[in-house]
């Protein structure tokens, strides 16, 4: 039989506590490679590229061995979902033991390298009597993998880890070679859920490092997450938070109003390194969570270019399980948030010893993100007194007003009353708390600029600052990400200094910063394919469109709701297709709409919709017309996650914890 491809949608009860969304298929990308001295780094650089997914569509094997109750199937895997263990979640082709399915390579591909790994999922072990699972991968009748391992009973120890056929390399095959994929128990054995993840193949290509100038420079982009656009200093704000962003923009481009795509991590973060909507590059949500292989990627572009590439990630969705790797030759993550203390100074070494090669350098910084935890310098300079009756922990306080404020208590006659339900002294800390973290996100932009300045590198580096998305604090009655597109979710800093940006320069036009990945492309020489609206930030930029979604939107009431904006011509719409008015028992034929008129209520507090209905047709129009496109150029199926991530969204806060959850 041939395989078929299965698209199974996780779906996740109540209301997100702390969103952040997922996509597409193909997971795992460059692994954390040693930074190295520049006697002990190779002249030429591996280049991977995937040629072939194995798991996409009709497939490229033939089952030739099942059980009879239990077919071969594509679906997630998950060992464990310990974060110390390589047993994450991966799209997987799952072989209930025994099983077999074989695959040839196709005759056109020439040398490549297969990427597969061999996992039993960790819900085996709730079935008894289950004896160890052998996992045998033949190459044209020869075997090149043979290993025992025995049914996960906990989360502790290496052996629920993924097991790499042919090690971290992958295993080398060529164009016409047989694999034969084996799932080895007794056929009485009950039937689990066993097989081979990731699943692809690729070409290995090497290419020269190169030297940075001022005609080709060093690109270093700092992603400062949860980072909302009105509390820079320089773009306005009353308390001095930034004061390394603000002398980086008076060197450079600054954007007074530039916005994220979404106002969570994974679609924002995936539209800033591929340069496209979410419903192009399709990581929407829990359901949908994988960066795509087939996309092309920014440091992938660079790579081309001869630039040496790096991402560090304090935030645990970007991470090479969902395929945020693709295109770094080095690249660091964690399944936990990691404030900038525990991994810069890494990255900071990594330039350092790379400081001859022109290099890309991304950097994903939490400090706004919550927990709030300033740096002393910065909690002295903006932090006031805490208010006595202030639970212990910051983050419990956070997690029990923001659940009343979702559950509706701060809702009156005439709006929202925060006040009913977060004290206003409370409010104040708060606020306060996030601004010292503002501060102190600002305080590792400074060592990364000074880094740059010690290893003369400033002349020859384009620095580019930017967020992926803000964070509510109680100015449309709510608290933290991802429920609304309003201002202060998806209104994001956007500066870009450094050789060929002019200097001190602001721009009002409203911007996309999906518009990165072609501007640093173009800088770097190199060419991003699949973006059919390139922008150049660094020359004259038209006013566009500059449409916003989430997939996991708070509308009067009404959870988990596709909301979708446009900014337009001074207005910004946004349209909830799905959603009702409050306490109404249907949806609103058509959907709900609030509309604002920008230049006189930048905050968005006068919805205008019920005087402009003939604007809001349009804009609504617009809006379906540009996203029904965006989704049929979609190049790829839906991953949803698995165990793993379900389990690392709810130690970081982004899902509730279920009342009868053990994990």
């Given at each position: 039989?041939?395989?078929?491809?299965?698209?199974?949608?996780?779906?996740?009860?109540?209301?997100?506590?702390?969103?952040?969304?997922?996509?597409?298929?193909?997971?795992?990308?460059?692994?954390?490679?040693?930074?190295?001295?520049?006697?002990?780094?190779?002249?030429?650089?591996?280049?991977?590229?995937?040629?072939?997914?194995?798991?996409?569509?009709?497939?490229?094997?033939?089952?030739?061995?099942?059980?009879?109750?239990?077919?071969?199937?594509?679906?997630?895997?998950?060992?464990?979902?310990?974060?110390?263990?390589?047993?994450?979640?991966?799209?997987?082709?799952?072989?209930?033991?025994?099983?077999?399915?074989?695959?040839?390579?196709?005759?056109?591909?020439?040398?490549?390298?297969?990427?597969?790994?061999?996992?039993?999922?960790?819900?085996?072990?709730?079935?008894?009597?289950?004896?160890?699972?052998?996992?045998r991968v033949s190459k044209n009748g020869k075997v090149v993998f043979d290993e025992r391992v025995p049914v996960?009973?906990?989360?502790?120890?290496?052996?629920?880890?993924?097991?790499?056929?042919?090690?971290?390399?992958?295993?080398?095959?060529?164009?016409?070679?047989?694999?034969?994929?084996?799932?080895?128990?007794?056929?009485?054995?009950?039937?689990?859920?066993?097989?081979?993840?990731?699943?692809?193949?690729?070409?290995?290509?090497?290419?020269?490092?190169?030297?940075?100038?001022?005609?080709?420079?060093?690109?270093?982009?700092?992603?400062?997450?949860?980072?909302?656009?009105?509390?820079?200093?320089?773009?306005?704000?009353?308390?001095?938070?930034?004061?390394?962003?603000?002398?980086?923009?008076?060197?450079?481009?600054?954007?007074?109003?530039?916005?994220?795509?979404?106002?969570?991590?994974?679609?924002?973060?995936?539209?800033?390194?591929?340069?496209?909507?979410?419903?192009?590059?399709?990581?929407?949500?829990?359901?949908?969570?994988?960066?795509?292989?087939?996309?092309?990627?920014?440091?992938?572009?660079?790579?081309?270019?001869?630039?040496?590439?790096?991402?560090?990630?304090?935030?645990?969705?970007?991470?090479?399980?969902?395929?945020?790797?693709?295109?770094?030759?080095?690249?660091?993550?964690?399944?936990?948030?990691?404030?900038?203390?525990?991994?810069?100074?890494?990255?900071?070494?990594?330039?350092?010893?790379?400081?001859?090669?022109?290099?890309?350098?991304?950097?994903?910084?939490?400090?706004?993100?919550?927990?709030?935890?300033?740096?002393?310098?910065?909690?002295?300079?903006?932090?006031?007194?805490?208010?006595?009756?202030?639970?212990?922990?910051?983050?419990?306080?956070?997690?029990?007003?923001?659940?009343?404020?979702?559950?509706?208590?701060?809702?009156?006659?005439?709006?929202?009353?925060?006040?009913?339900?977060?004290?206003?002294?409370?409010?104040?800390?708060?606020?306060?708390?996030?601004?010292?973290?503002?501060?102190?996100?600002?305080?590792?932009?400074?060592?990364?600029?000074?880094?740059?300045?010690?290893?003369?590198?400033?002349?020859?580096?384009?620095?580019?600052?930017?967020?992926?998305?803000?964070?509510?604090?109680?100015?449309?009655?709510?608290?933290?990400?991802?429920?609304?597109?309003?201002?202060?979710?998806?209104?994001?800093?956007?500066?870009?200094?450094?050789?060929?940006?002019?200097?001190?320069?602001?721009?009002?036009?409203?911007?996309?910063?999906?518009?990165?990945?072609?501007?640093?492309?173009?800088?770097?020489?190199?060419?991003?394919?699949?973006?059919?609206?390139?922008?150049?930030?660094?020359?004259?930029v038209e006013e566009r469109p500059v449409f916003l979604s989430t997939r996991h939107g708070w509308w009067d009431?009404?959870?988990?709701?596709?909301?979708?904006?446009?900014?337009?011509?001074?207005?910004?719409?946004?349209?909830?297709?799905?959603?009702?008015?409050?306490?109404?028992?249907?949806?609103?034929?058509?959907?709900?709409?609030?509309?604002?008129?920008?230049?006189?209520?930048?905050?968005?507090?006068?919805?205008?919709?019920?005087?402009?209905?003939?604007?809001?047709?349009?804009?609504?129009?617009?809006?379906?017309?540009?996203?029904?496109?965006?989704?049929?150029?979609?190049?790829?199926?839906?991953?949803?996650?698995?165990?793993?991530?379900?389990?690392?969204?709810?130690?970081?806060?982004?899902?509730?914890?279920?009342?009868?959850?053990?994990?």
């Amino acid at each position: 039989m041939q395989a078929s491809a299965a698209n199974h949608a996780v779906a996740v009860p109540g209301r997100p506590r702390r969103p952040q969304a997922i996509s597409a298929i193909a997971v795992f990308a460059a692994g954390l490679l040693p930074a190295c001295d520049d006697a002990e780094r190779p002249e030429k650089m591996v280049v991977r590229e995937v040629v072939r997914e194995l798991l996409v569509g009709e497939g490229d094997w033939t089952v030739t061995r099942e059980r009879t109750d239990s077919s071969a199937r594509v679906d997630i895997l998950t060992p464990s979902i310990s974060w110390r263990v390589d047993g994450g979640d991966l799209p997987a082709l799952v072989l209930p033991p025994p099983s077999a399915v074989e695959l040839v390579v196709d005759e056109t591909l020439g040398p490549v390298v297969l990427r597969v790994s061999a996992g039993i999922d960790r819900a085996a072990w709730e079935t008894k009597g289950i004896p160890d699972v052998g996992f045998r991968v033949s190459k044209n009748g020869k075997v090149v993998f043979d290993e025992r391992v025995p049914v996960p009973r906990d989360d502790k120890g290496k052996k629920n880890a993924w097991r790499h056929v042919g090690g971290d390399g992958g295993l080398f095959v060529s164009g016409g070679d047989r694999i034969l994929l084996e799932t080895l128990a007794p056929p009485s054995a009950p039937a689990i859920d066993a097989g081979y993840g990731r699943m692809w193949l690729e070409r290995h290509t090497g290419r020269p490092r190169a030297e940075a100038t001022a005609e080709r420079p060093n690109i270093v982009v700092v992603v400062m997450d949860t980072q909302r656009r009105d509390r820079i200093s320089a773009l306005g704000h009353a308390r001095e938070t930034t004061p390394n962003v603000d002398r980086l923009a008076a060197r450079g481009i600054s954007f007074e109003r530039a916005y994220a795509t979404s106002s969570w991590t994974w679609p924002s973060t995936a539209s800033i390194l591929t340069g496209l909507l979410p419903q192009r590059h399709g990581v929407l949500d829990y359901s949908s969570c994988t960066l795509p292989n087939a996309l092309q990627t920014l440091p992938e572009a660079l790579q081309q270019a001869g630039y040496t590439t790096a991402g560090f990630s304090g935030n645990p969705l970007i991470s090479a399980d969902k395929n945020f790797g693709q295109g770094f030759e080095t690249f660091r993550a964690s399944r936990r948030f990691e404030k900038s203390e525990e991994f810069v100074g890494e990255a900071l070494e990594w330039m350092q010893s790379n400081s001859r090669s022109r290099f890309f350098l991304y950097l994903q910084l939490v400090e706004p993100h919550m927990e709030y935890l300033p740096s002393d310098a910065a909690r002295a300079a903006i932090v006031g007194e805490r208010p006595a009756d202030f639970p212990p922990e910051t983050g419990d306080a956070i997690e029990r007003y923001g659940a009343r404020l979702f559950e509706g208590e701060g809702r009156t006659e005439d709006g929202w009353a925060t006040d009913h339900v977060v004290p206003a002294d409370h409010q104040r800390y708060i606020d306060e708390l996030y601004d010292a973290s503002v501060r102190t996100g600002d305080e590792w932009v400074g060592r990364v600029l000074e880094t740059l300045a010690s290893l003369d590198l400033l002349d020859t580096t384009v620095v580019v600052f930017t967020s992926d998305h803000g964070e509510e604090l109680f100015d449309h009655g709510f608290f933290e990400h991802g429920h609304s597109l309003h201002a202060e979710l998806v209104g994001v800093p956007l500066v870009l200094a450094g050789p060929r940006v002019l200097q001190g320069k602001r721009v009002k036009t409203p911007v996309s910063n999906r518009h990165l990945a072609a501007t640093l492309a173009r800088i770097g020489g190199a060419t991003m394919h699949g973006i059919d609206d390139p922008l150049d930030l660094c020359g004259l930029v038209e006013e566009r469109p500059v449409f916003l979604s989430t997939r996991h939107g708070w509308w009067d009431g009404w959870v988990d709701q596709p909301i979708r904006g446009v900014v337009v011509d001074g207005f910004v719409l946004h349209h909830a297709p799905e959603a009702g008015a409050w306490n109404a028992s249907e949806p609103t034929p058509g959907g709900e709409s609030r509309l604002y008129r920008l230049d006189d209520d930048p905050s968005e507090l006068v919805d205008r919709a019920a005087e402009n209905e003939e604007l809001v047709r349009a804009l609504v129009r617009a809006i379906e017309e540009r996203f029904e496109r965006e989704a049929e150029q979609r190049v790829s199926m839906a991953i949803p996650a698995g165990a793993a991530t379900e389990a690392m969204l709810r130690d970081v806060g982004y899902l509730g914890q279920d009342e009868d959850d053990d994990d």
